[in-house]
C-alpha cells in the first residue's frame, strides 16, 4: 500500500510556485524607491517616508469582492476582479484625505489553478499602478475542504497616508453644504447576493444573455464592469482643501454611507436625477424590488459624493479632470437621510 503526498490531499506546492512565478513580473511593476523587499520575503518592507507633510498619519483599511466572484466563475474571467479590490480600498481611504502607499492580497480556493491566480493578481498590480501605489506583497492559499473547488476568494488590506492638518472626517460638514455625486460604473462590489437572487435564479437570465434594458452589454458584461477608483479625480480638490466631507457608496447605498460622515445636528437631503446605470433598472424590474430596498443595497449609479461649500468650484475642477460630476443633494438641519424625487 503506498502513502499519499501533499498533492494527493488537495494541495499542490507545484502549482503555487508556477502561480507565483506567473505573477512576479506584474508585481513588480508596482514597485517604486519606497520598497525594500522583492517578491517572497516574509514580509515586505517599505520605506516610511512622507516628504512634505509635517504630521503624517498612516490610514488602513481592508475589504473584499464579496460574491461578485461568483459572477466571475460563471462568466470565467477573472480578469477585473483584482482591480475591483485594490480600487475599493483606494475610495475607501479616500475620503479621510489619503493617499495610497502599498496594498497586500489574500487569495483563498479549494483547488488552485495558477492560471487564474496570475489573472487575478495582474488585475491587482495594474490598479495598483493606476493609483500609485505598490503591491507589496500578499499570500495565497489552498484549502481544499474548506472551498469548493473553482471557489476563490479575494481580500486585501490597504495602507496610505495623509497629513494631520489635512485629515477629511466631516466634522467641518454643515446645514447648507451641497453634495456633489460622481457616477458608478454600476454595483461596483455591493449587492451582489440580491443581484444574482433577481437575475440567475428567479429571473433563469445566464452571464451571456442580452436584455434590451442593457443595450450591448451581456448580463455577465454588466454586472463583472470594474469598480472606479476616484482617487486621480479627487487630488486637485484635496490640494486645494475645497472638501468638507466625502462618502464611498457600498453596501447600505447612500442612506447607510453618507450618514457616517456627518456630525450630530446633520441630515441631508437628497436629490435624485443622474443617470442610472441600465443593470440597476433590470434589477429593479424583475426583482420587483421596492425603491426604498434598491437604495439601500445598491449605490444606483452615485458611486462617490462629495461634501463642499463650494459647489461651482468643485464641479469646475472635476470637469476639467474628466470627470461627470453631478447635484445629489443639501446638508441639513436633522439626523436622517431623506429624498426629495423618484429613482430608479
Same mark, same amino acid.
Given at each position: 500500500?503506498?502513502?499519499? *503526498? $501533499?498533492?494527493?490531499?488537495?494541495?499542490?506546492? *507545484?502549482?503555487?510556485?508556477?502561480?507565483?512565478?506567473? #505573477?512576479?513580473?506584474?508585481?513588480?511593476?508596482?514597485?517604486?524607491?519606497?520598497?525594500?523587499?522583492?517578491?517572497? &520575503?516574509?514580509?515586505?518592507?517599505?520605506?516610511?517616508?512622507?516628504?512634505?507633510?509635517?504630521?503624517? /498619519?498612516? /490610514?488602513?483599511?481592508?475589504?473584499?469582492?464579496?460574491?461578485? !466572484?461568483?459572477?466571475?466563475? !460563471?462568466?470565467?474571467?477573472?480578469?477585473?476582479?483584482?482591480?475591483?479590490?485594490?480600487? &475599493?480600498?483606494?475610495?475607501?481611504?479616500?475620503?479621510?484625505? %489619503? $493617499?495610497?502607499?502599498?496594498?497586500?492580497?489574500?487569495?483563498?480556493?479549494?483547488?488552485?489553478?495558477?492560471?487564474?491566480? %496570475?489573472?487575478?493578481?495582474?488585475?491587482?498590480?495594474?490598479?495598483? =499602478?493606476?493609483?500609485?501605489?505598490?503591491?507589496?506583497?500578499?499570500?495565497?492559499?489552498? #484549502?481544499?475542504?474548506?472551498?469548493? %473547488?473553482?471557489?476563490?476568494?479575494?481580500?486585501?488590506?490597504? +495602507?496610505?497616508?495623509?497629513?494631520?492638518?489635512?485629515?477629511? *472626517?466631516?466634522?467641518?460638514? +454643515?446645514?447648507?453644504?451641497?453634495?456633489?455625486?460622481?457616477?458608478?460604473?454600476?454595483?461596483?462590489?455591493?449587492?451582489? =447576493?440580491?443581484?444574482?437572487?433577481?437575475?440567475?435564479?428567479?429571473?433563469?437570465?445566464?452571464? =451571456?444573455? &442580452?436584455?434590451?434594458?442593457?443595450?450591448?452589454?451581456?448580463?455577465?458584461?454588466?454586472?463583472?464592469?470594474?469598480?472606479?477608483?476616484?482617487?486621480?479625480?479627487?487630488?486637485?480638490? !484635496?490640494?486645494?482643501?475645497?472638501?468638507?466631507?466625502?462618502?464611498?457608496?457600498?453596501?447600505?447605498?447612500?442612506?447607510?454611507?453618507?450618514?457616517?460622515?456627518?456630525?450630530?445636528?446633520?441630515? %441631508? +437631503?437628497?436629490?435624485?436625477?443622474?443617470?442610472?446605470?441600465?443593470?440597476?433598472? !433590470?434589477?429593479?424590474?424583475?426583482? =420587483?424590488?421596492?425603491?426604498?430596498?434598491?437604495?439601500?443595497?445598491?449605490?444606483?449609479?452615485?458611486?462617490?459624493?462629495?461634501?463642499?461649500?463650494?459647489?461651482?468650484?468643485?464641479?469646475?475642477?472635476?470637469?476639467?479632470?474628466?470627470?461627470?460630476?453631478?447635484?445629489?443633494?443639501?446638508?441639513?438641519?436633522?439626523?436622517?437621510?431623506?429624498?426629495?424625487?423618484?429613482?430608479?
Amino acid at each position: 500500500m503506498s502513502g499519499i *503526498d $501533499y498533492r494527493d490531499s488537495g494541495v499542490d506546492i *507545484d502549482e503555487g510556485l508556477r502561480a507565483v512565478n506567473l #505573477m512576479k513580473k506584474e508585481v513588480k511593476k508596482t514597485f517604486n524607491d519606497n520598497v525594500l523587499s522583492e517578491l517572497g &520575503h516574509f514580509g515586505g518592507l517599505f520605506k516610511a517616508d512622507f516628504p512634505g507633510m509635517t504630521q503624517p /498619519v498612516l /490610514v488602513a483599511s481592508m475589504d473584499g469582492v464579496g460574491t461578485k !466572484l461568483k459572477v466571475a466563475s !460563471l462568466a470565467g474571467d477573472y480578469s477585473t476582479v483584482g482591480c475591483d479590490l485594490v480600487n &475599493h480600498c483606494v475610495n475607501d481611504i479616500l475620503v479621510q484625505g %489619503a $493617499y495610497p502607499l502599498f496594498f497586500l492580497d489574500y487569495i483563498a480556493c479549494g483547488r488552485l489553478d495558477a492560471a487564474v491566480a %496570475a489573472r487575478i493578481v495582474t488585475g491587482l498590480a495594474k490598479a495598483c =499602478s493606476e493609483n500609485g501605489c505598490a503591491l507589496l506583497g500578499g499570500e495565497t492559499a489552498e #484549502m481544499p475542504g474548506f472551498y469548493n %473547488a473553482g471557489d476563490y476568494d479575494v481580500a486585501g488590506t490597504i +495602507v496610505g497616508s495623509v497629513d494631520r492638518n489635512r485629515i477629511i *472626517d466631516g466634522s467641518a460638514v +454643515v446645514p447648507g453644504h451641497s453634495i456633489i455625486g460622481l457616477p458608478s460604473s454600476g454595483l461596483h462590489t455591493n449587492g451582489f =447576493s440580491l443581484a444574482r437572487a433577481v437575475l440567475f435564479e428567479k429571473a433563469g437570465l445566464t452571464v =451571456s444573455d &442580452h436584455h434590451e434594458i442593457l443595450g450591448e452589454d451581456t448580463v455577465g458584461e454588466a454586472l463583472l464592469k470594474i469598480h472606479r477608483s476616484y482617487l486621480n479625480q479627487m487630488k486637485p480638490l !484635496l490640494d486645494r482643501e475645497l472638501v468638507t466631507g466625502m462618502a464611498h457608496i457600498t453596501g447600505g447605498g447612500v442612506p447607510g454611507n453618507l450618514i457616517r460622515i456627518l456630525p450630530e445636528g446633520c441630515g %441631508a +437631503v437628497i436629490t435624485p436625477g443622474w443617470d442610472v446605470p441600465p443593470i440597476f433598472r !433590470l434589477i429593479k424590474k424583475l426583482g =420587483s424590488i421596492p425603491e426604498t430596498e434598491m437604495r439601500r443595497a445598491f449605490n444606483l449609479g452615485a458611486g462617490f459624493l462629495i461634501v463642499t461649500s463650494q459647489p461651482e468650484k468643485v464641479t469646475e475642477l472635476l470637469l476639467q479632470a474628466g470627470e461627470k460630476p453631478f447635484p445629489a443633494g443639501e446638508i441639513t438641519n436633522g439626523d436622517s437621510i431623506e429624498y426629495d424625487g423618484e429613482g430608479v
